[in-house]
């Protein structure tokens, strides 16, 4: 599902609790952030067709973080396009091995304490979570840089739920692509609202949780996490929710 200006020239593909961005940027040229799941491929053609583009007008690729659901087509667009794909050097193994990532607590138990996120994993499973290929030469990106990708997004180091993480402020729309630092569902529980992610498919929830400052600094007034809905009140307001949340 293709949603329409989620912030100012910012898109919004959704499909199997999974949310990429497609970003606005000179001369009708477009960069995408993340890279969802294998299921992804026809529905990422479909909306850059439905926003009056054509495929070679994607000009970059831009990670948050290398997980498996962030990683799905990356390695697809970087044969059939030649796309640049970015993420942060700490990201690079892992993107090249999308399913070798620490995490705190055991994956198997989070079905049985919280059944009602058994349908989002299914979705996620339908849309292709086990048949990920990594993607490798991957460029690095720096903690505060502005990429020269369209958007000229600002790179925000959030590590916690990877070691790697950035999220990507927009400061000219006034918008933070939050990524997984923070999300407005987590699969593993399904619970709603502002919150780092389950200790499931994080590496280090009190690194986590203190990443949320440099997030709150941007002062960004629209969050589009990469798994729920767009949060429209602020990312202060979201940072103490998701504080007051808690790990999971």
């Not at 794909?85 to 090249?96: I, Q």
């Not at 699969?187 to 499931?200: L, M």
Request: aromatic share 4%; hydrophobic share 45%.
């Amino acid at each position: 599902m293709l949603e329409r200006h989620v912030a100012d020239g910012v898109h919004r593909l959704t499909h199997a609790h999974v949310n990429c961005y497609l970003i606005e940027g000179d001369g009708g040229r477009l960069t995408l952030v993340d890279a969802g799941l294998p299921a992804f491929w026809p529905l990422l053609a479909q909306a850059v067709r439905e926003l009056g583009r054509r495929p070679k007008d994607v000009a970059a690729l831009v990670l948050t973080h290398a997980h498996f659901d962030h990683v799905g087509v990356a390695a697809r667009l970087q044969d059939r396009l030649g796309l640049p794909v970015w993420a942060h050097e700490d990201e690079r193994y892992l993107a090249a091995h999308p399913y070798r990532y620490a995490h705190e607590n055991p994956r198997a138990l989070y079905p049985l304490r919280h059944p009602r996120a058994i349908p989002i994993l299914a979705a996620i499973a339908r849309a292709g979570a086990l048949r990920v290929k990594g993607v490798s030469g991957t460029l690095a990106l720096s903690p505060g840089e502005v990429l020269d990708v369209p958007g000229r997004p600002r790179v925000v180091l959030s590590p916690g739920h990877t070691f790697g993480h950035c999220a990507l402020h927009l400061p000219d729309r006034d918008a933070l692509i939050s990524g997984d630092a923070l999300v407005t569902l987590d699969p593993y529980t399904a619970r709603t609202g502002p919150r780092i992610i389950a200790g499931a498919a994080t590496a280090d929830s009190a690194m986590a949780l203190r990443s949320l400052d440099a997030l709150a600094q941007t002062g960004a007034r629209v969050v589009l996490p990469g798994h729920g809905e767009t949060w429209q009140q602020g990312v202060v307001a979201a940072v103490e929710h998701a504080r007051a949340a808690g790990p999971a």
